[in-house]
């Protein structure tokens, strides 16, 4: 079978296919034929050489495929089935712990850009009715994220504002999920044509961030106030996500585009009686009730270009342009 592998010390230029022995799974683990991956700013850090990992490991947090064999003790699962991963293989359900989510697939144990690999069979859920295995493997590390943040911690309501930031892989589904549970929902971008592709997907408002840098303060007075953010920049992004948020508001602090450390003016949240919470992905359990709303919501993920497993390393320079909108995906 083919796979992909980190060479020490890491670096795009360290990516290399190679060639090993179709493994067998033992009794309560199942084979997955995988077919496709997907990207997340997650694998590009380690592809990078900028989370370090080990020598020879098998980068991608996202996977889905077919289970092609299943271990003697294996219950939930038959050959044949259509799964997909979790980022973090060991949480399957209840409140985030160091021992369920300290595994984290693609970074500490192998990840998916491999053809076969044998995995617990409590590490998949299901994956969406008419999904493609490249729809499926856009899912479990950007869409959970948004999922989380608005639906599970954010408890969002129909007629809330929510405010996306940005058109990669967690804002879009964002986007989705948020009108689909009839929300109002309020976009950044950097480019108009971008803004144009938001509309199209039923963004209510667009605010070009690189025209008007006081975003934040713009959507706020254009809304009163928005109740949830997710907010991708960190430093970038959060003073004005701040000035965007409402009174009672939620911002989920999920990512760090613009770095890891931000500077916070402490009044501008406790005056609004805001909060932020953080979010790392989610459990299988959140996995499977986000599948069960996706067939009922009934949208597909926004796609961006497909790439070959043995290009993966083009992908991930694709994804360093900035160009994509939505999701980049390997297939094999
Ligand atoms: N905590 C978690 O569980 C979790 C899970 C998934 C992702 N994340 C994090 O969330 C962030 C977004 O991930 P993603 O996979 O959605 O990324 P992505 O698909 O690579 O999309 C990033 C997009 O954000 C916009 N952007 C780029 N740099 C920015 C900056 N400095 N400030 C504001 N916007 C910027 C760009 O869109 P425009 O050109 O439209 O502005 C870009 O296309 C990353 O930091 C990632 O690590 C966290």
Redesign the pocket.
């Known amino acids: 079978m083919k796979a992909m592998q980190i060479k020490k010390p890491g670096g795009l230029d360290n990516l290399t296919s190679v060639e090993s022995d179709v493994p067998e799974p033992q009794a309560d683990q199942v084979r997955v034929r995988w077919h496709a991956t997907s990207?997340?700013?997650?694998d590009?850090?380690v592809a990078a050489g900028a989370i370090p990992v080990d020598d020879g490991r098998v980068p991608m947090s996202d996977g889905a495929g077919v289970i092609d064999a299943v271990g003697e003790n294996v219950s939930q699962w038959q050959k044949g089935d259509k799964v997909m991963s979790l980022?973090f293989p060991n949480w399957i359900d209840g409140e985030a712990s160091a021992a369920t989510t300290s595994t984290i697939a693609g970074e500490n144990t192998d990840g998916f850009a491999q053809e076969y690999s044998c995995v617990s069979q409590r590490s998949l859920t299901t994956i969406p009715d008419d999904y493609s295995f490249a729809e499926a493997a856009s899912l479990p590390?950007?869409a959970?994220?948004a999922w989380?943040g608005l639906i599970v911690e954010g408890g969002l309501k129909a007629g809330d504002k929510v405010l996306v930031?940005?058109?990669?892989?967690?804002?879009?589904f964002g986007l989705q999920l948020a009108k689909a549970a009839g929300a109002t929902v309020y976009a950044?971008?950097?480019?108009d044509e971008?803004a144009a592709r938001?509309k199209e997907l039923g963004a209510d408002e667009v605010v070009n961030?690189k025209e008007d840098e006081r975003w934040g303060r713009t959507i706020n007075k254009m809304t009163g106030g928005v109740d949830h953010v997710l907010d991708?920049?960190?430093p970038?992004?959060l003073p004005q996500s701040i000035e965007a948020i409402g009174y009672g508001g939620k911002i989920s602090?999920?990512?760090?585009?613009?770095g890891r450390d931000a500077t916070i003016v402490l009044p501008k949240v406790f005056f609004k009686h805001a909060s932020m919470h953080?979010?790392?992905?989610?459990s299988a359990r959140m996995q499977e009730d986000m599948v069960s709303a996706i067939n009922v919501a009934g949208f597909k993920p926004v796609l961006d270009k497909s790439f070959a497993l043995e290009n993966l390393a083009d992908a991930f320079s694709h994804?360093e342009s900035?160009k994509?909108?939505?999701?980049?995906v390997v297939e094999y």
């Open positions: 990207l997340n700013y997650h590009y850090l980022f590390c950007a959970l994220t989380r930031e940005g058109s990669g892989g967690v804002s879009i950044t971008t950097s480019s971008k938001l961030y991708v920049g960190g970038s992004t602090l999920l990512g760090v585009l613009g953080g979010i790392a992905v989610g994804q900035g994509h909108f939505g999701k980049i």
